[in-house]
């Protein structure tokens, strides 16, 4: 393990999302990567051969800026935001999140008003709840994320993650946000 990637892959501390953007919005406030972990393991999804450390699990990795446009000035603070409080068609974690805990949270995807996006209407917000209550984030400050993004892909277990990623869960999660949506457009 590069030693860079340190406090990314196996940090001293993960940073509860209910404390996150409150208590480290300055230091956030840059571009790099971060770490999705979890306490508690959404339905389905597999955890063998993920990084652990104290009760935590590592589902998902983003970056911030995006490499399909790193001229953006998006950052990860701004980029955590879209995952903790959505809506769902900003942030590809959250709508997966949202599609796989669709029964527990009583979810649905809808259409966004005019708009040809889908969220999870009413329900984001017990979205939100379930994300603050059951997971936690760490962090890198790297100007060029998008190159370091491919490589973590490839080294761990990432199920969460879709784009880029050989992971065998990312067929099932297709597979449940694709019948998710389908049920919205038929449903309206």
């Given at each position: 393990?590069?030693?860079?990637w340190i406090?990314?892959?196996?940090?001293?501390?993960?940073?509860?999302?209910?404390?996150?953007?409150?208590?480290?919005?300055?230091a956030?406030?840059k571009?790099?990567?971060?770490?999705?972990?979890?306490?508690t393991?959404?339905?389905?999804?597999?955890?063998?051969?993920?990084?652990?450390?104290?009760?935590?699990?590592?589902?998902?990795?983003?970056?911030?800026p995006?490499?399909?446009?790193?001229?953006?000035?998006?950052?990860?603070?701004?980029?955590?935001?879209?995952?903790?409080?959505g809506?769902?068609?900003r942030?590809?974690?959250?709508k997966?999140?949202?599609?796989?805990?669709?029964?527990?949270?009583?979810?649905q995807?809808?259409?966004?008003?005019?708009?040809?996006?889908?969220?999870?209407?009413?329900?984001?917000?017990?979205?939100?709840?379930?994300?603050?209550a059951?997971t936690?984030?760490?962090?890198?400050?790297?100007?060029?994320?998008w190159?370091i993004?491919?490589?973590?892909?490839?080294?761990?277990?990432?199920?969460?993650?879709?784009?880029?990623?050989?992971?065998?869960?990312?067929?099932t999660?297709?597979?449940?946000?694709?019948?998710?949506?389908?049920?919205?457009?038929?449903?309206?």
């Amino acid at each position: 393990m590069d030693t860079k990637w340190i406090p990314l892959l196996r940090p001293s501390t993960i940073v509860p999302t209910v404390q996150l953007l409150n208590q480290f919005a300055t230091a956030l406030a840059k571009p790099g990567v971060y770490g999705w972990w979890f306490k508690t393991i959404p339905p389905l999804v597999p955890s063998e051969g993920c990084l652990y450390v104290d009760g935590w699990t590592l589902l998902h990795i983003g970056i911030a800026p995006s490499g399909h446009n790193p001229t953006t000035t998006r950052n990860l603070a701004q980029r955590l935001q879209d995952h903790l409080s959505g809506p769902s068609n900003r942030s590809t974690l959250r709508k997966s999140l949202g599609c796989l805990l669709k029964e527990q949270l009583n979810l649905q995807l809808t259409p966004n008003g005019t708009s040809k996006y889908l969220t999870f209407g009413a329900g984001e917000e017990r979205l939100s709840q379930w994300i603050k209550a059951h997971t936690g984030v760490s962090w890198i400050i790297d100007p060029q994320p998008w190159l370091i993004k491919p490589e973590l892909l490839q080294q761990y277990a990432l199920p969460l993650n879709i784009q880029g990623n050989d992971h065998p869960f990312v067929t099932t999660l297709k597979r449940i946000r694709a019948q998710a949506t389908l049920e919205a457009a038929s449903n309206h």
